[in-house]
């Protein structure tokens, strides 16, 4: 290979997740020079591997380019600093932390060398008609709104001539935001993609260098480890990967549904909290939750819930509470505890009164085998210090089966009964609130 290019990490921290991102990438990196690229803006991280390179919004600011919405609105601004540094290299590759590399980078070099291409991204799948495009107020005046492109360049390749045009456009931006005082400024998203139709740049799908690109976006995140299983034998590209912790948080916090991809993912991950996170998801119909609670019986049997194949009586029967308060789900949120998958959240949500309680109704005497209680598991078991647990054939006669009387949380825990009833009471004894996740009631 002739030209000489380099890959830039892109990085705000470092842990275990982002280092084998990292070292995944340098073994697909055979003659081109590799860097990880930190905003030292306001934090600053180890040189571990002597590669090390460090940019800032001051920087930025020394060089005449507007600095609206940091880094993350100027996605193209490490491209453009990075150049401005290592001048000598033809072809920028940047990625940030969060990419998972199966693919031959010095090949996709050189495809771009011999075709004289400038500009390899991927298409943007947002299905958002342009005008509509929540960025697109960002670029105008910039822009018109039919001159607007936009990409997804978590990976970017740019040749030494598209990241002059890009500097170059941002400096006319620059001047044109401080000369009008003009208050928007454009996404760098739409910079990139716009900037090659109007420089009559040569740009390439990122999928014509690929396998497939099927766990590329910008939000369905991966585990690391299911990135490296599905990649294997294939050239692609994985975006967003994460730890288990941001993939709940991303995950379930965009989802509302359950889909093929996420269950495949939380399928191969064999987590019962990825399982009932998903189960829970707001826009689940009964047969999405089928499918979940299906799922999770094939890959994980009963070795975090023992009750799972057991014969559950609970779901679906009739269960009140003593109040309600500002933080309950609805005015009827009792039956919410009547669940097969705890939330691992919380479910009903009393006022502070004197012994709060729960109650459901069986509707008739049953044997019943086990009861099995999950506390809120985000907050200890301070607020279940003094929990009591009864059983009643009639509601005005309860006797306990169980009480607690410390502060440890409690999770599937099971209480073993010997009888036949119809109402089962979880309450406080003494002033408190009822705050739980679940309660599982199975028969013989």
């Known amino acids: 290979m002739s030209m000489k290019y380099a890959v830039f990490f892109k990085v705000h921290m470092w842990n275990e997740t982002i280092e ?21 803006t306001d934090s600053s991280i180890e040189d571990k591997y002597g590669n090390l390179v460090t940019i800032n919004m001051q920087e930025a600011l020394d060089v005449g380019l507007n600095i609206s919405g940091g880094f993350w609105h100027n996605g193209d601004y ?3 600093l990075s150049f401005l540094k290592m001048p000598h290299y033809d072809y ?45 107020s960002f670029c105008i005046p910039y822009y018109a709104v039919d ?27 620059s ?48 585990l690391v480890d299911f990135a490296e299983e599905k990649s294997l034998g294939k050239k692609t590209f994985f975006h967003p990967v994460a730890d288990l912790k941001k993939f709940i948080h991303l995950n379930f916090q965009t989802s509302r549904k359950i889909d093929n991809i996420l269950l495949e993912k939380i399928i191969h991950a064999k987590n019962t909290k990825l399982f009932c996170l998903s189960y829970h998801l707001p826009e689940n119909n009964e047969d999405n939750k089928k499918q979940i609670l299906e799922s999770y019986k094939q890959v994980m049997g009963n070795k975090d819930l023992e009750y ?49 309680w729960w109650m459901v109704d069986l509707g008739e005497e049953k044997d019943i085998k ?6 809120r598991p985000d907050f200890g078991g301070e607020r279940t210090q003094n929990l009591r647990i009864s059983v009643a054939n009639n509601p005005e006669e ?36 009822l705050n739980f996740d679940t309660c599982v009631i199975t028969g013989p």
């Open 20 to 40: 084998k991102v990292y070292n995944k990438l340098i073994t697909c990196v055979k003659t081109g020079d590799v860097f990880i690229l930190h905003n030292n």
């Open 78 to 80: 490490p491209s453009i």
């Open 92 to 136: 920028y590759v940047h990625l940030e932390y969060d990419v998972f590399v199966n693919n031959n980078i010095d090949d996709i070099i050189t495809i771009m060398e011999n075709e004289n291409i400038d500009v390899i991204g991927a298409e943007d799948k947002n299905p958002v008609h342009i005008k509509d495009w929540v960025h697109t």
């Open 147 to 173: 001159e607007i492109r936009r990409g997804l360049y978590c990976i970017v390749f740019l040749s030494k001539r598209a990241v002059v045009s890009l500097l170059a456009r941002r400096l006319r931006q």
């Open 175 to 222: 001047a044109m935001q401080k000369e009008y005082n003009l208050q928007t400024w454009p996404f760098s998203e739409a910079v990139i993609a716009t900037e090659v139709f109007h420089s009559n740049l040569k740009a390439r799908d990122l999928k014509y260098f690929c396998d497939n690109l099927d766990y590329y976006d910008w939000k369905d995140v991966s």
């Open 308 to 356: 799972i194949f057991d014969n559950i009586i609970s779901v679906g029967c009739v269960a009140t509470q003593s109040s309600i308060s500002r933080y309950s789900a609805s005015d009827n949120e009792a039956d919410r505890v009547l669940n097969i998958l705890p939330r691992y959240g919380y479910s009903i949500h009393t006022e502070k009164q004197e012994n709060p």
């Open 370 to 375: 086990n009861i099995y209680f999950f506390d």
């Open 398 to 433: 309860f006797h306990p089966i169980f009480q607690k009387n410390n502060t440890d949380l409690i999770w599937n825990y099971k209480i073993e009964v010997s009888g036949k009833y119809r109402f089962v009471k979880i309450h406080l004894e003494g002033e408190g609130l």
